[in-house]
């Protein structure tokens, strides 16, 4: 199974991106992806996540400038992001969690490379 981030790059203040994060391999169900972001010298944390059919999760700080969306038939999971922020700049990743098989419980862990978005002020 593997867990491909696309779409980072360099935007302008108050601009737009959208990043894509595709599961590949063979997975029974995906049941929750998220969105993640790493700035140099800080932790990891939360961008935004969706759950099978719950609302979707996010930041305080991307709330109503960020929207996550997914398309199952793809198996893909997407960022939009407006209006960015100079504090938005990041890596930003994408994690999972899958079913691999019917009989499977379901695991967490399944993380991608991260994509770099780049903010210019």
């Known amino acids: 199974v593997h867990l491909q981030a696309f779409g980072g790059g360099l935007v302008q203040a108050g601009g737009s991106r959208r990043l894509s994060c595709a599961v590949s391999?063979?997975?029974?169900?995906?049941?929750?992806m998220g969105w993640y972001r790493q700035a140099p010298g800080k932790q990891r944390e939360l961008v935004a996540d969706?759950?099978?059919?719950?609302?979707?999760n996010y930041a305080d700080s991307v709330k109503g400038r960020f929207t996550i969306s997914r398309d199952n038939a793809k198996n893909t999971v997407y960022l939009q992001m407006n209006n960015v922020k100079p504090d938005n700049a990041g890596v930003y990743y994408c994690?999972?969690?899958?079913?691999?098989?019917?009989?499977?419980?379901?695991?967490?862990?399944?993380w991608g490379k991260g994509t770099l978005v780049t903010v210019s002020s």
């Open positions: 969706i759950i099978s059919d719950r609302r979707p």
């Open positions: 994690a999972a969690d899958l079913t691999l098989a019917e009989c499977y419980y379901p695991a967490s862990g399944y």
């Open positions: 391999g063979s997975i029974f169900r995906i049941e929750s």
